[in-house]
T-cell receptor, first 113, second 115 residues
Framework: AQSVTQLDSQVPVFEEAPVELRCNYS??????LFWYVQYPNQGLQLLLK??????LVKGINGFEAEFNKSQTSFHLRKPSVHISDTAEYFC???????????FGAGTRLFVKA | DTAVSQTPKYLVTQMGNDKSIKCEQN?????MYWYKQDSKKFLKIMFS???????INETVPNRFSPKSPDKAHLNLHINSLELGDSAVYFC??????????????FGPGTRLTVL
């Protein structure tokens, strides 16, 4: 069975500051890892995903994430956030053959002016 | 052009009623999903269909019945609505099996309020 834990339910940060949203997963098999973003009153959209290869993955809107197999983590980072980054961020995991993606509980990023 | 669309966007109804939510995708994807997002933003998969066939049913009450008339549509019918059914329901689609790290594309959601 797979599971995803997002360690922070809310992260307030000032505009132009760096941010890290933490995600840990557990799985007994190889997995794919994802970060999705949900802006207010919208559906989720993909920020980035990890398949294999380089452990540093770059996504849209200046976000990047680092896969760490030994720590079973996939933390999301951005060096300088904007007000428009205020949203809910979901870490997710799927196994390599299935139809099921497990989502974390979400982290609300709140960027203050 | 909306990739994954849902109707209606808002649905307010009384307990005990029956209602349907429709979903259509124009991406040519083989796999479609229904998710329920509760008031705390927790997102839980309900159903997954591949090529019109049910693949995943995550212990959802049988009051919920998905129907897929073709690959592009996955509708959700709910009988005897209960207060606990109030949530935002998201439809999503993806290319399907065999695609590595298959990305899901989500609809805008349907906010269901049961009074």
């Amino acid at each position: 069975a797979q599971s995803v834990t997002q360690l922070d339910s809310q992260v307030p940060v000032f505009e132009e500051a760096p941010v890290e949203l933490r995600c840990n997963y557990s799985s007994s098999v190889s997995v794919y890892l994802f970060w999705y973003v949900q802006y207010p009153n919208q559906g989720l959209q993909l920020l980035l995903k990890y398949l294999s290869g380089s452990t540093l993955v770059k996504g849209i809107n200046g976000f990047e994430a680092e896969f760490n197999k030994s720590q079973t983590s996939f933390h999301l980072r951005k060096p300088s956030v904007h007000i428009s980054d205020t949203a809910e961020y979901f870490c997710a995991v799927s196994n390599t053959g299935g139809f099921k993606t497990i989502f974390g509980a979400g982290t609300r990023l709140f960027v203050k002016a | 052009d909306t990739a994954v669309s849902q109707t209606p966007k808002y649905l307010v109804t009384q307990m005990g009623n029956d209602k349907s939510i429709k979903c259509e995708q124009n991406l040519g994807h083989d796999t479609m999903y229904w998710y329920k997002q509760d008031s705390k933003k927790f997102l839980k998969i309900m159903f997954s269909y591949n090529n019109k066939e049910l693949i995943i049913n995550e212990t959802v009450p049988n009051r919920f019945s998905p129907k897929s008339p073709d690959k592009a549509h996955l509708n959700l019918h709910i009988n005897s609505l209960e207060l606990g059914d109030s949530a935002v329901y998201f439809c999503a689609s993806s290319q399907g099996p065999g695609v590595r790290a298959d990305t899901q594309y989500f609809g805008p959601g349907t906010r269901l309020t049961v009074l």
